[in-house]
């Protein structure tokens, strides 16, 4: 075995930042607020997240996106909908969220079903981003092969020209929102005794219960 290798295997972190009690809010999203409120404070982009996705061949695919928004019901990012994301989304709208904030050797996981939220929210939100970004949306057919890169930046270039100032938003681009089924908080212990208390939907309510590290 190859000796990096060998020195991960040995690499072994005791996690001691903090614990989780029994004494939790009776529902996620207040919990969830809190932690990433404490994630924003130590950590670098705490809002990355890992999205992932089973598409119509039950093949699974895992990408970063930003949380952009969040409600009593769910979390929020955009994307292109004809990306391999949205054509996932299409066809399976079941999806897992990661969160990892390792400052505070914390992960928050979720599993929920994924929809589109309506055209005026993703206009809303269209209208904020920088105008690059604006035409980026625009001149990527996301996850499709590109011939070069000059053609995607001779696109942008024509995309100038065609929005002299205000650039519409595409019809193949906005938001999703999660609406969570079940969310679990992790936090690290020593010895590997982790605590993960873990909400699930039963019946509109939350329910509430730890399972093992």
Same mark, same amino acid.
């Given at each position: 075995?190859?000796?990096?290798?060998?020195?991960?295997?040995?690499?072994?972190?005791?996690?001691?930042?903090?614990?989780?009690?029994?004494?939790?809010?009776?529902?996620?999203?207040?919990?969830?607020?809190?932690?990433?409120?404490?994630?924003?404070?130590?950590?670098?982009?705490?809002?990355?997240?890992?999205?992932?996705?089973?598409?119509?061949?039950?093949?699974?695919?895992?990408?970063?996106? #930003?949380?952009?928004?969040?409600?009593?019901?769910?979390?929020?990012?955009?994307?292109? #909908?004809?990306?391999?994301?949205?054509?996932?989304?299409?066809?399976?709208?079941? &999806?897992?969220?990661?969160?990892?904030?390792?400052?505070?050797?914390? *992960?928050?996981?979720?599993?929920?079903?994924?929809?589109?939220?309506?055209?005026?929210?993703?206009?809303?939100?269209?209208?904020?981003?920088?105008?690059?970004?604006?035409?980026?949306?625009?001149?990527?057919?996301?996850?499709?092969?590109?011939?070069?890169?000059?053609?995607?930046?001779?696109?942008?270039?024509?995309?100038?020209? *065609?929005?002299?100032?205000? &650039?519409?938003?595409?019809?193949?681009?906005?938001?999703?929102?999660?609406?969570?089924?079940?969310?679990?908080?992790?936090?690290?212990?020593?010895?590997?005794?982790?605590?993960?208390? &873990?909400?699930?939907?039963?019946?509109?309510?939350?329910?509430?219960?730890?399972?093992?590290?």
């Amino acid at each position: 075995m190859d000796d990096f290798l060998k020195e991960l295997r040995n690499n072994h972190h005791n996690f001691d930042k903090g614990k989780l009690t029994d004494y939790v809010p009776e529902e996620p999203f207040t919990f969830f607020k809190k932690w990433y409120k404490e994630a924003f404070e130590f950590q670098k982009e705490a809002n990355a997240m890992s999205l992932s996705t089973v598409g119509a061949d039950g093949k699974p695919s895992s990408r970063i996106v #930003y949380l952009k928004e969040l409600s009593d019901q769910g979390f929020i990012f955009f994307t292109n #909908y004809q990306s391999h994301k949205g054509t996932d989304i299409e066809a399976n709208p079941y &999806v897992s969220l990661l969160f990892f904030w390792p400052e505070l050797e914390r *992960q928050v996981r979720v599993e929920g079903r994924a929809e589109k939220i309506p055209a005026a929210e993703s206009d809303d939100y269209f209208k904020s981003r920088p105008r690059s970004s604006q035409l980026g949306a625009w001149a990527s057919q996301q996850s499709r092969k590109l011939v070069s890169r000059a053609k995607l930046e001779e696109k942008i270039h024509q995309l100038n020209i *065609q929005f002299p100032t205000t &650039v519409p938003r595409p019809e193949n681009w906005g938001g999703y929102i999660v609406f969570a089924e079940k969310i679990e908080f992790w936090q690290g212990r020593p010895s590997r005794l982790h605590d993960r208390i &873990v909400y699930e939907l039963e019946n509109n309510q939350w329910a509430i219960y730890r399972i093992n590290p």
